[in-house]
């Protein structure tokens, strides 16, 4: 009898990827995924610990998960993923939960498994500089259209504000071999898009036994680009500092590497930008943005960006706002400060700006590019877009919903369009998330 697994998933698309490698690994030793939680042997919950608020969302679900212990006495409960790094011991020491496994331990979950069940410590949190889960091809938990495989694990860079180098440890790239067998089996089942994962992708950097030229992150989307024309490719996420002419020049080329380029800013000043540590300077983020759009003059930017970190006046966080309108970015991901334990910030400098000024500049953000985003939509008006169709409009049963290569929703009446397709829609319409229009023709492949 198949013992039956839950994964609950929190966080970023590498825990996403990350659920699936662990899906493989314990389908591996009799474990199959259900979908209902009530029935299930062990429950495990990937988590996130890059905000507070992140870790808060857990800990409810956590004390939901423990009531299910009443019904189900053999139920094992397991923290993965960067809580279970930070905190992971504590959690156990309390009995909040069964088995602790961090980003790095995943091989080790069934024998962590067989240990709590015998009512011994279940926990691995031990980092490596190695493990990239090599060999293992994730089981792909939902017969999707779009699929993440990641390119490399952890971060060197050490932002003073970010907790993601303690939680997934050094950076390591994987063999472009494994990449690449992962690819394949994606579009093996059916798959139609793929996004390459990096904490930074531009410091991807693969050598291969007895060659003296290492294979960079260009190389690798060049590859992944070819390896079928009808596989759009995406990649999340470069770093300011690193991205490289190579890789703007390599999206150019290819009608399968999606228009779409997501650049964390973080902040719009220099001495905020030194303070983070990020390594590069408002003009230089500027020179970047221009060089992108000599290359892809339709490319979209997007951005990551938060306000009220340590010592933010009203002027320096007016900076941000300035970038926001200067790059006019097409969406943004918006937040604010959360010091994080461990951290360089929150060891070295003061967490000052009061929450009510933090609440009140986000608010002043996400105005602003609620303005932003729908000028940009606006201008899609009448243009034809390349849509890959995924699934049924969530509004209308009539509709189908897939992304244009700039990654905006597009939405449009069914007609004779499969899922898995793609297409070209005429954009009519637009709100501030959706771009709204109707078919025109089917194609192929991605052209634009
Ligand atoms: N507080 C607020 N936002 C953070 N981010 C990372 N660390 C923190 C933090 N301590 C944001 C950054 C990053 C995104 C994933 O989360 O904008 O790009
Ligand atoms: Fe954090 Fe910087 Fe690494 Fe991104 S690149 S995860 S912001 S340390």
Same mark, same amino acid.
């Given at each position: 009898?198949?013992?039956?697994?839950?994964?609950?998933?929190?966080?970023?698309?590498?825990?996403?990827?990350?659920? %699936?490698?662990?899906?493989?690994?314990?389908?591996?030793?009799? /474990?199959?995924?259900?979908?209902?939680?009530?029935?299930?042997?062990?429950?495990?919950?990937?988590?996130?610990?890059?905000?507070?608020?992140?870790?808060?969302?857990?800990?409810?679900?956590?004390?939901?998960?423990?009531?299910?212990?009443?019904?189900?006495?053999?139920?094992?409960?397991?923290?993965?993923?960067?809580?279970? +790094?930070?905190?992971?011991?504590?959690?156990?020491?309390?009995?909040?939960?069964?088995?602790?496994?961090?980003?790095?331990?995943?091989?080790?979950?069934?024998?962590?498994?067989?240990?709590?069940?015998?009512?011994?410590?279940?926990?691995?949190?031990?980092?490596?500089?190695?493990?990239?889960?090599?060999?293992?091809?994730?089981?792909?938990?939902?017969?999707?259209?779009?699929?993440?495989?990641?390119?490399?694990?952890?971060?060197?860079?050490?932002?003073?504000?970010?907790?993601?180098? =303690?939680?997934?440890?050094?950076?390591?790239?994987?063999?472009?071999?494994?990449?690449?067998? +992962?690819?394949?089996?994606?579009?093996?089942?059916? =798959?139609? %898009?793929?996004?390459?994962?990096?904490?930074?992708?531009?410091?991807?950097?693969?050598?291969? %036994?007895?060659?003296?030229?290492?294979?960079?992150?260009?190389?690798?989307?060049?590859?992944?680009?070819?390896?079928?024309?009808?596989?759009?490719?995406?990649?999340?996420?470069?770093?300011?500092?690193?991205?490289?002419?190579?890789?703007?020049?390599?999206?150019?080329?290819?009608?399968?590497?999606?228009?779409?380029?997501?650049?964390?800013?973080?902040?719009?000043?220099?001495?905020?930008?030194?303070?983070?540590?990020?390594?590069?300077?408002? %003009?230089?983020?500027?020179?970047?943005?221009?060089?992108?759009?000599?290359?892809?003059?339709?490319?979209?930017?997007?951005?990551?960006? /938060?306000?009220?970190?340590?010592?933010?006046?009203?002027?320096?966080?007016?900076?941000?706002?300035?970038?926001?309108?200067?790059?006019?970015?097409?969406?943004?991901?918006?937040?604010?400060?959360? +010091?994080?334990?461990?951290?360089?910030?929150?060891?070295?400098?003061?967490?000052?700006?009061?929450?009510?000024?933090?609440?009140?500049?986000?608010?002043?953000?996400?105005?602003?590019?609620?303005?932003?985003?729908?000028?940009?939509?606006?201008?899609?008006?009448?243009?034809?877009?390349?849509?890959?169709?995924?699934?049924?409009?969530?509004?209308?049963?009539?509709?189908?919903?897939?992304?244009?290569?700039?990654?905006?929703?597009?939405?449009?009446?069914?007609?004779?369009?499969?899922?898995?397709?793609?297409?070209?829609?005429?954009?009519?319409?637009?709100?501030?998330?959706?771009?709204?229009?109707?078919?025109?023709?089917?194609?192929?492949?991605?052209?634009?």
């Amino acid at each position: 009898m198949k013992k039956k697994l839950y994964i609950e998933t929190y966080g970023c698309q590498m825990n996403v990827a990350d659920s %699936e490698v662990v899906a493989s690994v314990m389908g591996e030793r009799n /474990f199959e995924i259900s979908e209902n939680q009530e029935e299930a042997d062990v429950i495990l919950v990937n988590t996130c610990s890059v905000r507070d608020n992140a870790e808060k969302r857990v800990w409810g679900r956590l004390r939901h998960l423990n009531s299910l212990k009443k019904n189900n006495k053999s139920l094992k409960l397991g923290l993965i993923g960067c809580m279970a +790094e930070r905190i992971g011991d504590e959690m156990l020491e309390d009995k909040v939960v069964d088995i602790v496994a961090g980003p790095d331990a995943y091989r080790d979950l069934p024998y962590l498994y067989d240990k709590a069940v015998e009512g011994a410590d279940a926990i691995n949190v031990e980092l490596t500089i190695d493990e990239t889960y090599d060999s293992i091809i994730p089981k792909r938990m939902t017969e999707g259209i779009s699929g993440f495989v990641s390119i490399t694990r952890g971060c060197n860079n050490f932002c003073t504000y970010c907790i993601v180098p =303690y939680t997934r440890g050094r950076e390591r790239s994987r063999d472009p071999k494994d990449i690449l067998a +992962e690819v394949r089996d994606m579009l093996k089942n059916g =798959y139609k %898009e793929v996004t390459l994962l990096g904490q930074n992708v531009d410091s991807y950097k693969w050598m291969e %036994e007895g060659s003296n030229k290492p294979v960079r992150f260009h190389h690798l989307l060049e590859m992944v680009a070819q390896e079928d024309p009808t596989l759009r490719v995406r990649f999340s996420t470069p770093h300011p500092k690193d991205i490289k002419e190579s890789v703007v020049k390599m999206i150019a080329k290819y009608p399968n590497i999606c228009k779409h380029i997501h650049l964390p800013i973080q902040a719009g000043n220099d001495e905020v930008l030194k303070r983070m540590n990020r390594k590069y300077t408002v %003009e230089w983020y500027m020179n970047r943005v221009e060089m992108i759009r000599k290359h892809i003059p339709d490319c979209s930017i997007t951005t990551d960006a /938060f306000c009220g970190f340590c010592g933010e006046t009203e002027e320096q966080f007016q900076g941000t706002l300035d970038m926001m309108k200067w790059v006019h970015y097409d969406t943004a991901f918006m937040f604010k400060y959360s +010091e994080r334990p461990g951290t360089y910030a929150a060891k070295k400098l003061e967490d000052d700006v009061p929450e009510e000024v933090k609440g009140e500049r986000l608010t002043r953000m996400i105005d602003l590019q609620s303005k932003l985003s729908m000028e940009s939509n606006e201008k899609d008006i009448g243009k034809i877009v390349e849509v890959l169709v995924e699934g049924p409009s969530k509004r209308s049963a009539d509709d189908f919903c897939g992304r244009c290569s700039q990654n905006k929703m597009v939405v449009f009446p069914k007609q004779d369009a499969k899922v898995g397709e793609y297409v070209r829609v005429k954009v009519l319409r637009f709100t501030q998330t959706t771009l709204i229009g109707e078919m025109v023709e089917k194609i192929d492949a991605p052209t634009m």
